[in-house]
């Protein structure tokens, strides 16, 4: 049963706009929010995170949003770079459970 | 440091034969997970340890699989005898005090298992 769940798979946008990243997750224990992001063989690195007591956090070009009423939280990248283009995992956590559990990730691909 | 290692980082078998793919945490987290990725599920997390122990094997699909952490700078996941479902990339990440602080979890960068 996925927990948190990626849709539209892949996204491409053009150099220099904005990427909007979604999520959605079903545990409502969920309180810790997670984004990574995946280079072709590489494995995943953390890129930002947020607690469920915000509603927003940002980190330079990063933004992550969090709905918790709707159980979404979102990733904006502006101004998106080539450099961008990678695969973006959604990762949950719950208070005292020390496991993420992932989404199954979205292609971002920018175009120069 | 160096990161998360892992070996190999590429494994082509045959189906039947036993494979053991390596991790070495980053000094110092006390936390080791092993996660599966595939086109179909993603990344799923297999098995995770605490101060070297066992914590949660609830991922590992079925008893050809098994893992070990012998101390705190080595860890093991075992198939065997492999089949070619199995083929998918394996992770290993290490994190301190768990998910719940910081940045999460440090990942490897995979071994990538082919059964044929």
């Known amino acids: 049963d996925q927990q948190v769940k990626q849709n539209s798979p892949s996204l491409s946008v053009q150099e220099g706009r904005i990427s909007i990243l979604n999520c959605d997750y079903t545990?409502?224990?969920?309180?810790?929010f997670l984004w990574y992001k995946k280079y072709p063989a590489e494995g995943p690195t953390f890129l930002i995170s947020i607690s469920s007591i915000k509603d927003k956090n940002e980190d330079g070009r990063f933004t992550v949003f969090l709905n918790k009423s709707a159980k979404h939280l979102s990733l904006h990248i502006v101004p998106s770079q080539p450099g961008d283009s990678a695969v973006y995992f959604c990762?949950?956590?719950?208070?005292?459970?020390?496991?993420?559990?992932f989404g199954k990730g979205n292609q971002v691909v920018v175009i120069p | 440091d160096a990161g998360v290692i892992q070996s190999p980082r590429h494994e082509v078998t045959e189906m039947g034969q036993e494979v053991t793919l390596r991790c070495k945490p980053i000094?110092?987290?006390?936390?080791l997970f092993w996660y599966r990725q595939t086109m179909m599920r993603g990344l799923e997390l297999l098995i995770y340890?605490?101060?070297?122990?066992?914590?949660?094997d609830s991922g590992m699909p079925e008893d050809r699989f098994s893992a070990k952490m012998p101390n705190a700078s080595f860890s093991t996941l075992k198939i065997q005898p492999s089949e070619p479902r199995d083929s998918a990339v394996y992770f290993c990440?290490?994190?301190?005090?768990?998910?719940?602080?910081?940045?999460?979890?440090?990942f490897g960068s995979g071994t990538r298992l082919t059964v044929v």
């Open positions: 990440a290490s994190s301190l005090r768990g998910s719940g602080t910081g940045g999460g979890y440090t």
């Open positions: 000094s110092g987290h006390d936390y």
């Open positions: 990762a949950a956590s719950a208070r005292g459970n020390n496991r993420l559990a």
């Open positions: 340890f605490n101060n070297n122990v066992p914590i949660d």
């Open positions: 545990n409502s224990m969920f309180d810790y």
